[in-house]
């Protein structure tokens, strides 16, 4: 249903099937949403997970589905988050021109517009930023949806994936 109503632009399209072609197919997928920003810091009511937690919550996951062999980590707005991760899975694939909100500034972004995400302070400042935050967005939830496993944080991002799922993940949990 997803697909019939919600169809991305077509350079947008051809972001995630060279991403998913290169990166992910012919894997088993988990797919992880680590959102650290807006959970931790301006939804007191979420579930927290904090940076030091989900490389943990990464292995339990893939001691009981041991046929994971590839994890993207498709959203994850935290670089402190990003970095756990990697230091206990190095071999993580992750969209790597995201913008980490909680340990980059304004300046850090103004200097490379492809790395724009949302960040309030910047309305005007960089040409296009909302466009470039769906873009992400899209191309971040499209590419988990595709995964065989999900892992996500309580959030939008998280729900989107599952709605764009299309084959239904062999395990779905959102913390």
Not at 4 to 20: A, C, G, R
Not at 65 to 83: H, K, Q, R, V
Not at 109 to 135: C, N, Q
Not at 152 to 168: D, R, V, W
Request: aromatic share 12%.
């Amino acid at each position: 249903m997803a697909d019939t109503y919600l169809k991305p632009k077509q350079y947008i399209q051809d972001k995630i099937d060279s991403f998913y072609q290169s990166q992910l197919q012919g894997k088993n997928v988990l797919g992880v949403v680590a959102r650290g920003t807006a959970n931790l810091h301006y939804h007191p009511e979420y579930p927290k997970v904090h940076a030091n937690e989900w490389p943990d919550r990464i292995q339990q996951y893939l001691d009981q589905y041991p046929e994971i062999d590839t994890i993207f980590l498709g959203i994850c707005d935290d670089n402190e988050i990003l970095d756990a991760i990697l230091t206990r899975f190095p071999d993580t694939i992750y969209l790597k021109d995201m913008f980490r909100k909680t340990t980059q500034t304004a300046q850090d972004v103004l200097g490379d517009p492809k790395k724009m995400w949302w960040v309030t302070p910047l309305e005007g400042t960089v040409a296009d930023h909302r466009k470039r935050l769906g873009e992400e967005c899209i191309v971040a939830t499209k590419l988990i949806a595709k995964c065989d496993y999900f892992l996500g944080a309580c959030s939008g991002m998280s729900n989107l994936a599952q709605f764009f799922n299309k084959k239904e993940f062999k395990v779905s949990h959102i913390i």
